[in-house]
């Protein structure tokens, strides 16, 4: 049909389900996920996150949750697939990566290697006084007594 005024729109026809669905995609996965590289998902949650999954398909499709269809069926409507727990494990192993190659802190904590050997016993803590030695000296300065101790940079 024709609107007088309007261009007619060559293979541009835009469904309200799709545009629900790229709503859902563009504002609300992004949103969901957020900090999701160092989530850790148990099964719990991943059961969680795939049953807000099917909750925003069910809204987004107006199917009542006193509807008896199954997920199956719901993900067959909306011409999907669950893709939400795909992505937060795409997005790990991408961190991972990352974390990886710089071969920082980061990749020390993560694979336990680390230089040296402990010495054999029970591991003992440090005294107080013993933790600035590691430290430059002239930026870190103990001063006494103890009821006025500054580090770094004075009292």
């Not at 545009?19 to 590289?37: D, H, K, N, W």
Request: hydrophobic letters at 30%.
């Amino acid at each position: 049909m024709k609107v007088k005024g309007r261009k007619e729109s060559k293979g541009m026809n835009f469904t309200q389900d799709h545009i629900a669905q790229r709503a859902l995609q563009c504002y609300i996965e992004p949103v969901l996920t957020y900090g999701c590289e160092a989530w850790t998902i148990s099964k719990q949650i991943q059961n969680k996150l795939e049953a807000t999954e099917m909750w925003f398909l069910r809204r987004m499709l107006r199917i009542p949750w006193t509807a008896k269809k199954t997920n199956e069926r719901v993900l067959n409507e909306a011409n999907k697939r669950r893709s939400l727990v795909r992505t937060i494990r795409q997005c790990q192993a991408t961190f991972l990566g990352h974390v990886m190659r710089r071969g920082k802190l980061e990749h020390l904590v993560i694979t336990g290697k680390f230089e040296g050997k402990r010495s054999r016993g029970r591991q003992r803590e440090k005294k107080w006084m013993d933790w600035p030695h590691g430290l430059d000296q002239e930026k870190c300065q103990i001063y006494w007594p103890p009821s006025k101790i500054g580090i770094c940079g004075g009292p």
